[in-house]
């Protein structure tokens, strides 16, 4: 199956850093509909690596190719119509919550698909909130699930997903990573979700990718890497993310 979305030896230094690379020698493939979870300890460069897959940051050396075209042949704007990331840190433009939904249309100039809005506004677990409502005042979890909604509004071929449900209750969580499933079979739309949560990774994911030590170490089944990880560091990774609660329940 060609490839939706091709990284090749992506590399990307610090400032601070400039004699150690974040990570470097990132190869790795991403065809449509595949769910990934992207898994490493903090500050491996998991949030980098995905603001570099939407253009907004630049590696040092490697490349990236959605469609076998090289991210320097596409206009930044139609390569994030089809790779959409949606960060932590939610960020809600000026305006009412019905604006934030409206950003996507008005961007990109597709119909705003208000009913669709409204559904998905639904399952997320947002169907009271009033779409007048400064989307300002709302709270991070509710932001960060407006911030979801905006982006499935853009039907994008790859969601690039960091820790979406961060801020969520176990409830809430639940019906994102619901929605995200029923979506992605649906829409047939990858993703690439980091989370700290093993079994949240079990859950939502056929493909993890565990980065280590500044590189791609693993990238295999969901199954596969829970109950036979190919590398130490895997192996005392996931005993440690368990041992503070993160247990993947496969
Ligand atoms: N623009 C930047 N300038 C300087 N340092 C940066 C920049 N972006 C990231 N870093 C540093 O790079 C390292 C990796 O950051 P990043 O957020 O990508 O890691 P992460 O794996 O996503 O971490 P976490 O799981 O904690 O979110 C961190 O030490 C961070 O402080």
């Given amino acids: 199956m060609t490839a939706l979305f091709t990284l090749e030896r992506l590399t990307k230094y610090l400032p601070e850093q400039p004699e150690q690379p974040l990570f470097s020698g990132i190869t790795a493939q991403i065809t449509a509909g ?40 596409w206009q930044a704007k139609d390569w994030r119509k089809q790779v959409c990331y949606v960060a932590q840190q939610a960020v809600m433009l000026p305006g009412s919550v019905e604006a934030n939904l409206r950003t996507v249309s008005n961007l990109h100039s597709i119909p705003f698909e208000k009913e669709l809005a409204a559904q998905l506004m639904e399952a997320v677990g947002l169907s009271r909130i009033d779409w007048t409502r400064p989307a300002g005042d709302l709270s991070g979890g509710e932001k960060q699930r ?68 500044g590189r791609l170490l693993e990238t295999s089944g969901t199954a596969d890497f829970f109950s036979e990880p190919s590398t130490d560091q895997a192996r005392s990774f996931i005993h440690r993310e368990s041992a503070q609660g993160g247990v993947a329940d496969e």
């Fill in 34 to 73: 595949e769910r990934i979870t992207l898994l490493g300890a903090s500050g491996q460069g998991k949030s980098t690596l995905m603001r570099i897959m939407s253009l907004l940051e630049t590696s040092d050396s490697g490349s990236i190719a959605l469609d076998g075209k090289p991210s320097s042949a």
């Fill in 146 to 213: 407006v911030a979801l909604v905006r982006a499935l509004l853009l039907h994008p071929r790859l969601l690039l997903l960091d820790e979406v449900t961060a801020s969520l209750d176990p409830g809430s969580k639940q019906e994102v990573e619901r929605l995200l499933l029923s979506w992605s079979e649906r829409e047939h739309t990858a993703y690439l979700w980091v989370t700290h949560d093993l079994a949240q990774a079990a859950e939502v994911s056929d493909t993890v990718w565990f980065m280590a030590e």
